[in-house]
């Protein structure tokens, strides 16, 4: 039994990106598709679809990669835990690495990064870090 999906994703991005695959697939929710899109929006993959496999749907993340095959995913980390919930206001949120990474937050208006929280003025669970 799986006690993280969301941590299963990232974990799946991560390894994708060690290896060097063009795409990598995991189970599909609806948080994991608001990630997706955070990841599209933000240029971290190119797209995204949702795919029907059996026994669920799955989610297909096209990742990208530079010029000269050098990653866009340098890191990807899970700050939000199950046993440790870790929650940010819109003024506590702080650039990632001076605003070349990004925040993943669940907020109460869905899944945005950091940027999109500052420009709106939200607070939410920090999901994880990306750069």
Request: hydrophobic content about 35%; some cysteine; overall charge positive.
């Amino acid at each position: 039994m799986m006690t993280d999906p969301i941590a299963d994703m990232l974990t799946r991005i991560r390894n994708a990106v060690r290896v060097e695959r063009p795409s990598v697939e995991v189970p599909l929710s609806k948080v994991k598709r608001g990630v997706a899109d955070v990841l599209k929006r933000e240029g971290y993959i190119w797209d995204w679809e949702e795919v029907d496999t059996q026994p669920s749907r799955t989610l297909r993340l096209e990742l990208k990669y530079g010029p000269n095959g050098e990653r866009v995913i340098r890191h990807i980390k899970r700050v939000s835990k199950p046993g440790r919930r870790i929650y940010r206001g819109a003024r506590d949120l702080r650039p990632i690495l001076q605003g070349l990474g990004i925040s993943v937050l669940s907020t109460s208006r869905g899944v945005i990064s950091d940027r999109e929280a500052r420009q709106r003025n939200l607070g939410g669970e920090v999901l994880c870090e990306i750069w």
